[in-house]
Structure formats: structure tokens, C-alpha cells
């Protein structure tokens, strides 16, 4: 399979920030039993200045993916290039200079405590051996970039959990990277926090045009802050593309779980049909689909249903019992014309047993 999500679509030629070609990766099992093969065949080509979410179950290969991106972990097969680079290929001070375009944040920043802000963020710089006067204007810069103002001498323990991830993001980028690789950057947030850390992670990428790659448990994550979606299962991909299309896509592994629909009372006499429906078509809320129902002599209650807005689009998933207006279930012609012209419409539906 060929991910691309460049602009040219499917088997695009143009030039994009990380492509990784058959990435394979089989580790030696420890106690000498059976190899495991954490990454199989992975093909993935992730566009400039977009924001791509990586999930998968524990153990699916993200971190391992991750590592090898930064070239922590050489592959078994395939190659990993990142900004034309074959990571896969570089060694020693090669692989370090490579190593400056890819920024690093983590899920705890692990900051030095015995510094402040500016100088955690400047550390990398000092060990890149960029000169005293150059560091601390780029320091200066980085601390307003991640709106840090006012708290840069602050100590790590005088710094409130989304400050403390500012700073990581901030040294994350000290080095002017062209990528951003993010492990689980707000799993130790509360929700205010990890919104306010997402919305600086899209506006730097806005700012800066980087490519930031998530990985992340938290489908919220996803739905806020990503344009394109990679499911890892046991190391190869399940399911990968532009987010709109893949939540948009109720037969795919993902959709489910990225617009979950409420459970809904049980004990209905009627038909039940779920739809999704606002990725195409005319039908843009729920409230469509009711007004058709009611064309074909059919009442239809919305008895569970879910509305996200995804890359700026409405995107509704509903579950509808359907009677006809003397409170028995709708005919089976009524509910096939009804079907029919929701499938027309761009709205998939389906029905389901009660
Ligand atoms: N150095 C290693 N040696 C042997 N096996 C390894 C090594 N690193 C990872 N693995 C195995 O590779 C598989 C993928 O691990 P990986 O850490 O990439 O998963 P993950 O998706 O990051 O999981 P989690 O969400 O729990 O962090 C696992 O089965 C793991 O046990
Ligand atoms: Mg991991």
C-alpha cells in the first residue's frame, strides 16, 4: 500500500518531508526465542507542513516507528528518509548533523530542574555549539514563540504542567527543525491544557510551515489537531489517510472510534438505521435525514448520535428508529427507498438489528 498525502494524491512524485519505503523492523527476541517483528512493510509518505497522527494499541510498532524516524533504531528493511535524507544509511556525525532537522518532544519533558526555562531550552543549542550571542536570541524567540514570556527564569518546579511541555516543545524546536516528532505530547495534561498545547502545536505549524508527526492514544488529539491519520496494528498499517476520509469511512478500523457513537436505548419497536452523513453530499445535519424519513411516510426519532467537526467540516454519525405514523415499524420498501436515496445522497447507512 502507498500512502501519499501530498497533493498530487495516490503515487505522487513530489518531494515530501518523511517517506518510508517497505520500513521493516524485527527485533531478536532477549531470552533467544522467536524474533519480533515490531514494523512490516510499512509504506508512508507524510507531507510538508501537516500535522500526521500516528495510533495503534500498545505494542502496534509507534515507538519503534518513531525510532527509527530518528534514526535510534536502524532497520531490518526499507528506508526512512526524512527531508531527502536516508536516515537509515547515516552513522556518527552524519546522523547527528541529520538528526538537528528532526525535533523530539515527549510525553514528560524531562527538563533539567537545576535550570530555568530559557536555559532548558537553550541546552540543545549548547551542545550544537552555537555561539553564546546567537543562543540567547534565538532562546528569546523561542520563549515568545511558545508564549513562555514572563516565566523564562522560572525553574521546572515553578512551572505548571503545560508550561513545562511549552519549554519541551520550545527546545524541541531550538535547532529550527523541519520536523516535529511528538511521543504522546499531552498524555499527562488535563483537557484544558492539552487543547491549549494542540493549539500551539497547529499554529506552529502555520507559523513555521514544520511537519509534525503525533503519536498519541487520544483520539481528541486526533480529531483536533491532525490532517491525516496512520492506524498501526501489530506492525503493519490498518488504515491510513486524509482524516475527513478515513472518519468519514464507517467500514474502516478508525471511524469508530474517532465520531463513537453513544449507545442507545434498547427496547425500541422500530427499525434502526445508523447514518453518517455530512463528508458529501447535500444532507449536512440530522435534521435532513429526518425530512426525508418523512417523505417516505416515515417517522424518524433520533435516538443516539454523536457531531464532530473535523478539518473544519460537521461530520455527524446517527442512529435513527424509523415507524411509519401509526407507530409500527416502516415497510421494507418504505425503509429500501429510504436507504436508496441516503446512499445517493453520500450518506452511509445501514441498518441494524435492535
Ligand atoms: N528493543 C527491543 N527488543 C525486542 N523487542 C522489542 C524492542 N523494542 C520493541 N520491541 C517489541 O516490538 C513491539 C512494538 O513495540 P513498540 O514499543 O514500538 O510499541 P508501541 O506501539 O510504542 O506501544 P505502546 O503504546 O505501549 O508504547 C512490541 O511487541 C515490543 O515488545
Ligand atoms: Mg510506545
Do not use: W
Amino acid at each position: 500500500m502507498n500512502q501519499c498525502f501530498g497533493p498530487g494524491g495516490p503515487g505522487c512524485l513530489t518531494a515530501g518531508v518523511i517517506t518510508l519505503d517497505g520500513l521493516t523492523k524485527v527485533f531478536p527476541a532477549p531470552g533467544g526465542g522467536d524474533p519480533v517483528t515490531a514494523l512490516e512493510g510499512i509504506d508512508l509518505h507524510l507531507d510538508e507542513g501537516r500535522v500526521h497522527g500516528i495510533v495503534g494499541r500498545s505494542g502496534a510498532g509507534k515507538s519503534t516507528l518513531i525510532r527509527c524516524l530518528t534514526g535510534l533504531e536502524k532497520p531490518t528493511a526499507g528506508r526512512v528518509e526524512v527531508d531527502g535524507t536516508d536516515i537509515a544509511a547515516l552513522d556518527g556525525a552524519a546522523l547527528r548533523a541529520a538528526r538537528r532537522n528532526i525535533g523530539m518532544v515527549f510525553q514528560h519533558a524531562n527538563l533539567l530542574d537545576s535550570r530555568t526555562a530559557a536555559q532548558n531550552i537553550s541546552h540543545p543549542l549548547e551542545i550544537a555549539g552555537v555561539p553564546r550571542a546567537q543562543r540567547e536570541a534565538r532562546v528569546a524567540e523561542l520563549v515568545e514563540l511558545v508564549g513562555l514570556s514572563g516565566r523564562e527564569h522560572n525553574h521546572p518546579a515553578q512551572l505548571s504542567g503545560g508550561q513545562i511541555q511549552r519549554v519541551g516543545i520550545a527546545r524541541g524546536l531550538a535547532a529550527e527543525p523541519k520536523v516535529l516528532l511528538c511521543d504522546e505530547p499531552t498524555s499527562a495534561l488535563d483537557g484544558s491544557t492539552t487543547r491549549q498545547i494542540l493549539r500551539l502545536i497547529a499554529d506552529l505549524r502555520e507559523r513555521l510551515g514544520i511537519t509534525v508527526v503525533i503519536i498519541t492514544h487520544e483520539m481528541g488529539v486526533v480529531r483536533e489537531v491532525c490532517d491525516t491519520v496512520t492506524l498501526l496494528q501489530d506492525g503493519r498499517i490498518a488504515q491510513s489517510g486524509d482524516l475527513l476520509e478515513v472518519a468519514g469511512d464507517p467500514h474502516g478500523p478508525l471511524s469508530g472510534e474517532l465520531i463513537p457513537l453513544p449507545p442507545a436505548p434498547t427496547g425500541i419497536d422500530a427499525v434502526l438505521v445508523n447514518c453518517d452523513y455530512g463528508r458529501t453530499g447535500r444532507f449536512r445535519t440530522s435534521e435532513d435525514l429526518v425530512r426525508l424519513a418523512d417523505e417516505h411516510g416515515a417517522e424518524a426519532h433520533i435516538v443516539a448520535g454523536i457531531i464532530e467537526t473535523i478539518s473544519g467540516t460537521q461530520v455527524g454519525r446517527v442512529q435513527l428508529a424509523l415507524q411509519n405514523r401509526t407507530g409500527e415499524p416502516i415497510s421494507r420498501e418504505g425503509l429500501a427507498a429510504f436507504l436508496h436515496e441516503l446512499d445517493a445522497e453520500g450518506v452511509v447507512a445501514t441498518e441494524v438489528s435492535a
